[in-house]
């Protein structure tokens, strides 16, 4: 993947990578730290972006440190739960399938608890 950015960036100019994978920090280890460091090493100077929400758990001082030292500008957080009894919290979608979403949601939830 660095040689696809770096290719990029390099022979063609581009300047700007946009991430759109929202478990990109999920075994962080494994792929994207090692590919932090593989673009710092390439000295790839672009600006980095992650539009779709992030999973903030997975995100420490190190990790953090590493993206802005990588490039990345910005940086968006998934709403994971907001319930303090780790139940999800579900908020109104605003396509027309948000009402079967919500009402499947508390199915699950009824059914998961005895209450059907």
């Known amino acids: 993947m660095c040689a696809e950015l770096e290719w990029l960036h390099r022979g063609l100019g581009v300047n700007e990578f946009a991430f759109y994978d929202d478990a990109l920090l999920t075994n962080r280890g494994h792929h994207f730290l090692p590919l932090c460091e593989k673009i710092l090493q390439q000295q ?3 600006t980095l972006h992650t539009p779709n929400g992030l999973q903030a758990k997975f995100i420490d001082a190190a990790t953090a440190k590493l993206m ?3 490039g990345f500008k910005t940086i968006r957080l998934a709403y994971e739960s907001g319930s303090a009894d780790g139940n999800p919290v ?18 699950m939830r009824e059914s998961e608890s005895g209450k059907s």
Do not use: K, M, S
């Open 44 to 46: 790839i100077a672009a």
């Open 68 to 70: 802005w030292q990588t």
């Open 90 to 107: 579900l908020l109104p979608c605003p396509d027309r399938r948000g009402g079967e979403t919500v009402r499947h949601a508390d199915r």
